[in-house]
């Protein structure tokens, strides 16, 4: 299957990544966003580190993770704490803000939660991203 590009994505279980353009989103997803969910719907802590800015600044269960360093280790963490999947539910740019509603289940209780994801973008690269 090909994978057109700049379209919205669901991100199925095992996380093989389908492409819907069906999907009713009013955004479709950059490609940094992209594949920041592939790499963490595959556990590979690397590739989701290399989607955003040395600088990059992740807010995400009252913690705050700077550089692509911590971003590498935070995402390693979750990966094997929680066994996260997520699935992209929508997505709406906000001004300089990309919100995206995903469904994330995982091995957490209340597995799966609906959360938003807040990206903001810098050369094509995360720069910020907060979960809520």
Request: aromatic fraction near 8%; hydrophobic fraction near 40%.
């Amino acid at each position: 299957m090909s994978k057109p590009k700049n379209t919205a994505l669901e991100v199925a279980t095992w996380g093989e990544v389908l492409f819907n353009s069906m999907k009713t989103t009013t955004t479709t997803l950059p490609e940094a966003v992209h594949r920041y969910f592939e790499a963490t719907n595959r556990f590979d802590a690397e590739a989701a580190a290399a989607c955003f800015t040395p600088e990059a600044i992740v807010r995400d269960e009252g913690k705050t993770h700077v550089g692509t360093d911590e971003i590498r280790n935070w995402v390693s963490h979750s990966s094997k704490e929680y066994q996260p999947r997520a699935s992209v539910l929508g997505a709406e740019q906000k001004g300089d803000v990309l919100a995206v509603a995903v469904s994330v289940a995982g091995q957490f209780p209340g597995s799966p939660v609906e959360l938003d994801f807040e990206f903001s973008l810098r050369d094509e690269k995360i720069a910020e991203l907060a979960v809520h």
